[in-house]
C-alpha cells in the first residue's frame, strides 16, 4: 500500500523568506504526486502535481515541487512567501489500479510571519 | 459553475445515532470520492463510485456506507457513531480516469457527544 509521510508538522517562515515543506513516499511502479492547500473551515485546494515527464513541477501561487525518483522525494518550494500562504499542506499520491484513492501525508502547517 | 456542494456544514449527534451527509459533485464529473479527515491528521479514504458502482473502499467499518444516484449526487452514511467518528467529512468529485484532478467540496464538520 501507498503510504505519504511529511517530515515537518509545523514549518514557520518570515515573510518573503524562501520555503521548502518535505514530502517522501513509498515506492511504486507508477505513482502520480499531488500538493494540496488548506485553509481554515475549507476544503483542499489542488496547488500542483506530477503525472509524468519533466521532474520539475510548477504550480499555482507560485508554488513548484521536485519529484526525485532515487530519493522518492515530491518537495514542495516557494522562493518567496507571503502572509497569505499561512495555510495547512497536504502532499498525496496515488497509483494507476488504484480506483483513484489518494494517500494523503500527515500535513504541514505553514505559518508565515510578518 | 458550482463547485462540489456538500450538506450540511456543521452535525452534531450523540453515540449510537445514524448521520447521512450529503455531495453533489461538479456538472459532468460522474467520480466520487469521501474522505475523512481527523483533526490534525491528513484525509483518510473511505470510498470511491463511479457510474453508481462502488469503485474503492478504504478501510473503514461497515458502518460506514454510500451510495451515488442517477445524478451522480452521493450520500456517506454513518451507523452507530462512536466519539472516534468526530470528523470532517469531505467528498471530492473528479472526472473519468486516475490522473484527473480531483476537486473537493468544503466538507462537513460532524461533532459526536
Known amino acids: 500500500a501507498q503510504s505519504v509521510t511529511q517530515l515537518d508538522s509545523q514549518v514557520p517562515v518570515f515573510e518573503e523568506a524562501p520555503v521548502e515543506l518535505r514530502c517522501n513516499y513509498s515506492s511504486s511502479v507508477s505513482v502520480y504526486l499531488f500538493w494540496y492547500v488548506q485553509y481554515p473551515n475549507q476544503g483542499l485546494q489542488l496547488l500542483l502535481k506530477y503525472l509524468s515527464g519533466s521532474t520539475l513541477v510548477k504550480g499555482i501561487n507560485g508554488f513548484e515541487a521536485e519529484f526525485n525518483k532515487s530519493q522518492t522525494s515530491f518537495h514542495l518550494r516557494k522562493p518567496s512567501v507571503h502572509i497569505s500562504d499561512t495555510a495547512e499542506y497536504f502532499c498525496a499520491a496515488t497509483s494507476s489500479g488504484s480506483a483513484r484513492q489518494l494517500t494523503f501525508g500527515s500535513g504541514t502547517q505553514l505559518t508565515v510571519l510578518p | 459553475d458550482a463547485g462540489v456542494t456538500q450538506s450540511p456544514t456543521h452535525l452534531i449527534k450523540t453515540r449510537g445515532q445514524q448521520v447521512t451527509l450529503r455531495c453533489s459533485p461538479i456538472s459532468g464529473h460522474k467520480s466520487v470520492s469521501w474522505y475523512q479527515q481527523v483533526l490534525g491528521q491528513g484525509p483518510q479514504f473511505i470510498f470511491q463510485?463511479?457510474?453508481?458502482?462502488?469503485?474503492g473502499r478504504g478501510n473503514f467499518p461497515d458502518r460506514f456506507s454510500a451510495r451515488q444516484f442517477p445524478n451522480y449526487s452521493s450520500e456517506l452514511n454513518v451507523n452507530a457513531l462512536l466519539l472516534g467518528d468526530s470528523a470532517l467529512y469531505l467528498c471530492a468529485s473528479s472526472l473519468v480516469g486516475v490522473t484527473n484532478e480531483q476537486f473537493f467540496g468544503p466538507g462537513t464538520r460532524l461533532t459526536v457527544l
Open positions: 463510485y463511479y457510474e453508481k458502482e462502488e469503485r
